[in-house]
């Protein structure tokens, strides 16, 4: 059997063509996080971009309008400013607490301590990424110094299933502090 890793086509055993070996519960899962992550703004971010298209009309209007026509539709605008703001603060509010609970994550998937910065980037992310990368190669280390069983595979692809994900939940802090700084 070949190592794994091997770019070789000749070198390829069959425990390692079938990557997507998932029990029903675990896709269901990852698909249910997919879905979470994806409805996460979506609600609020419709509504701001409803706001803004009817700013945009609104702008138009005044801008071929004249006199008191003109003054209420200024007037319109402003409480469409106003209402914006208001959803923007709730978005900011929203994406602060999805930032907390994301820090929570990747504090929980790694050993090493996360620290940040005075703007909340994770100052030690490439201590984070060794870490994480250190562990899968420790796994694919043992596994090709194995006897290249059912069970050493399956340790090897739970390594790799970690390491995805403390690499989702890095990304996904970064994603939520990049919304939060915006």
Do not use: C, W
């Amino acid at each position: 059997m070949g190592e794994y890793g091997s770019t070789d086509p000749d070198d390829v055993d069959e425990t390692n063509k079938d990557k997507d070996n998932k029990t029903e519960e675990e896709k269901d899962k990852e698909i249910k996080e997919m879905l979470e992550d994806a409805e996460r703004y979506h609600e609020i971010t419709r509504e701001i971009e409803a706001m803004e298209r009817a700013l945009d009309r609104l702008g138009k209007q005044k801008e071929r309008a004249f006199g008191a026509d003109k003054l209420a539709l200024m007037d319109k605008e402003l409480e469409t400013m106003e209402a914006l703001y208001a959803k923007e603060e709730e978005m900011l509010n929203a994406q602060q607490v999805f930032l907390a609970s994301d820090l929570a994550k990747v504090e929980d998937a790694f050993a090493t301590d996360v620290k940040l910065d005075e703007n909340g980037n994770i100052s030690n992310y490439s201590d984070l990424v060794a870490e994480a990368q250190g562990a899968l190669n420790a796994a694919r280390d043992t596994y090709n110094n194995s006897a290249q069983e059912a069970a050493d595979k399956d340790a090897l692809d739970e390594a790799e299933r970690i390491y995805e994900e403390r690499m989702a939940y890095l990304e996904q802090y970064e994603e939520t502090l990049d919304g939060v700084n915006d």
